[in-house]
T-cell receptor, first 113, second 116 residues
Framework: KAGVTQTPRYLIKTRGQQVTLSCSPISGHRSVSWYQQTPGQGLQFLFEYFSETQRNKGNFPGRFSGRQFSNSRSEMNVSTLELGDSALYLC????????????FGPGTRLTVL | AQSVTQLGSHVSVSEGALVLLRCNYSSSVPPYLFWYVQYPNQGLQLLLKYTSAATLVKGINGFEAEFKKSETSFHLTKPSAHMSDAAEYFCAVSDQDWGGADGLTFGKGTHLIIQP
């Protein structure tokens, strides 16, 4: 069974630009969560989508947004990029309950110059 | 609010020695607990999880962890370290109270170094 895929794997942007990252979950998984990983803050939860609805959101500014499509694929968007947005963005998919394992993709490495 | 504390940002052990990575959690409700491993330039892989079925949980690659409610701990152990165990390890907690896939709260991570 194919794992979670994320595209692109690497991305370089400049301050003020916007970026869209994509995540394709494991077939059959309806929940997609996004996390930001930085050396300083570690792994932080961004938001989670289930059946095209955002169910939970972490403590991030409104510049960070996401959506989920009917085939469970998800995108996250960051507008007006800041230097501090440079991070590894990880996507995880699961069946959707707290006790379910979340399967992580390899991440998208975003560098903001 | 839930939180996770991992004692020791770096742990160094000799090959063949016992591995012990510490994790303490704080949760207002019974938690689900997870250990993940991350190799360089890769995503996270689940080692094991506690979901209240048994307090001693066995995972992949010879790792196991014991849930101790009285100590609010979920330490990860492996009897004999192997060079391939060198990686970053994360303890995470999820709130049982909500049936949805609530965001995992992660610890800061422990970098495991294996000395030959």
């Amino acid at each position: 069974k194919a794992g979670v895929t994320q595209t692109p794997r690497y991305l370089i942007k400049t301050r003020g630009q916007q970026v869209t990252l994509s995540c394709s979950p494991i077939s059959g998984h309806r929940s997609v969560s996004w996390y930001q990983q930085t050396p300083g803050q570690g792994l932080q939860f961004l938001f989670e989508y289930f059946s095209e609805t955002q169910r939970n959101k972490g403590n991030f500014p409104g510049r960070f947004s996401g959506r989920q499509f009917s085939n469970s694929r998800s995108e996250m968007n960051v507008s007006t990029l800041e230097l501090g947005d440079s991070a590894l963005y990880l996507c995880a998919s699961s069946y959707g309950a707290s006790y379910n394992e979340q399967f992580f993709g390899p991440g998208t490495r975003l560098t903001v110059l | 609010a839930q939180s996770v504390t991992q004692l020791g940002s770096h742990v160094s052990v000799s090959e063949g020695a016992l591995v012990l990575l510490r994790c303490n959690y704080s949760s207002s409700v019974p938690p689900y607990l997870f250990w993940y491993v991350q190799y360089p330039n890769q995503g996270l892989q689940l080692l094991l999880k506690y979901t209240s079925a048994a307090t001693l949980v066995k995972g992949i690659n010879g790792f196991e962890a014991e849930f101790k409610k009285s100590e609010t701990s979920f330490h990860l152990t492996k009897p004999s370290a192997h060079m391939s165990d060198a990686a970053e390890y994360f303890c995470a907690v999820s709130d049982q109270d909500w049936g949805g896939a609530d965001g995992l709260t992660f610890g800061k991570g422990t970098h495991l170094i294996i000395q030959p």
